[in-house]
Structure formats: C-alpha cells, structure tokens
C-alpha cells in the first residue's frame, strides 16, 4: 500500500472530503498506536509501512499506557468530534486501512499489545479488512 492509497482509502471510508482533516484524524490515530507499542513493535510494524506513514512513526517520544476509553477521549479532544462514537468510527477505520497494508503476522503481534478493552477495535478493523481482501468495498460500521 502507499502513502496516496491509504489517505484516498481513508478518505472514502470517513466520507470526509477536506483532504486536511482526514489527514489530521488518521494522523492522531497512527500517532496514538505508534506510542502504544513497545519499541520493538513500533518499529517492526513502522518496518512495512510506505514512508509518508513511517514519518508519524518518528513523532513518537512516549509510551503512554492508554485504555480505550482514553483513547477514544483522546481523539475526540485533538480531532475537535462531537461525540466518541465517531472518533471510535475513526479509529476502526485506520485500524482497519493500517491491517491492508501490514501482514497478518504483524497484525497479530499488534493485537497482542493492546489492552484487552481495545483488542475489540482491532479485531473488528481486522474483520472489515477481510471482507475488502474478498473484493468487497462495502465497509459497514
């Protein structure tokens, strides 16, 4: 996947059309997951992403130990949403473009870092990516 693929994937799965706000949201998102990680992991899963997304990577100075919960506040405080149902659709969303584009066994080594109450939101973006492998471009959330 490229950098163009998944802002333009992004893009149409947030049915956002201001390029710079799907930017701002997938970035917190990618920001959020990248300091989440171990080290290690970051960079294993920085490893298989295109360059633009592997900048983002490099933002990362902390590793924060968030819940979902947190999270989710997170990014409804820094991407200015309304409620935390549609920063909850963003996450799933990026959570689900990230997985196209990394291999399954990295997306397990993933999902084996994230706090039980956020292994959901993983699982679920991992399911909507099967269903776009199968050909199908329909995401429903």
Known sequence: MTDQEFWKRLKETLAIEDDGRVQ????????ALGCRLTFEE???LKAQLPS??????????SRPKW?????LSMICD????ETEEEAEHA????FGILQEGISA???DDVEAQLPKDMKSLWESARLIRSERTANTRKVVY
């Open 105 to 107: 066994g990295e997306a």
């Open 42 to 44: 970051a960079e294993n």
């Open 91 to 94: 996450v799933r969303s990026v």
């Open 78 to 81: 820094e991407c200015d949403m």
């Open 67 to 71: 819940n979902r919960a947190e999270l």
């Open 24 to 31: 701002q949201i997938g970035t917190k998102v990618l920001e």
């Open 52 to 61: 633009g997304l592997k900048q983002i990577w490099n933002r990362c100075e």
